[in-house]
């Protein structure tokens, strides 16, 4: 099971982006799908997390501003980012926890490789 994370870029103050990220392989089922975020010289930190029955949570920082959706039939998760600030400006990692694999495995806490989203003033 892997994550792949796309949609970073460049973007000015009060744009707008969104952040895909596809869980591949042989997936059953995925409990929360996360999106994680580490600005240079910060430590990683939760922006955003969503369950398979549609529970949302957020960071202060972005509540009001970014919202979380998913698609469990593809086993992706979006993040669509609006009124962007400059110190949104990070590396953006996709997270997955309590993943079963249709032959029952279980993996948890797996990783995207992350996606650079930089915004200018």
């Known amino acids: 099971v892997q994550l792949q994370a796309s949609g970073g870029g460049l973007v000015q103050a009060g744009g707008s982006l969104r952040l895909s990220c596809a869980a591949s392989?042989?997936?059953?089922?995925?409990?929360?799908m996360a999106w994680f975020r580490q600005a240079p010289g910060k430590q990683r930190e939760f922006v955003a997390a969503?369950?398979?029955?549609?529970?949302?949570s957020f960071a202060d920082a972005v509540r009001g501003r970014f919202t979380i959706s998913r698609d469990n039939a593809k086993n992706t998760v979006y993040l669509q980012m609006n009124s962007l600030r400059p110190e949104d400006t990070a590396v953006y990692y996709c997270?997955?926890?309590?993943?079963?694999?249709?032959?029952?495995?279980?993996?948890?806490?797996?990783w995207g490789q992350g996606t650079l989203v930089t915004v200018s003033s």
């Open positions: 997270n997955a926890d309590r993943i079963t694999s249709r032959d029952s495995r279980r993996y948890n806490n797996l």
């Open positions: 392989g042989s997936i059953f089922s995925i409990n929360t």
């Open positions: 969503i369950t398979n029955d549609g529970r949302m």
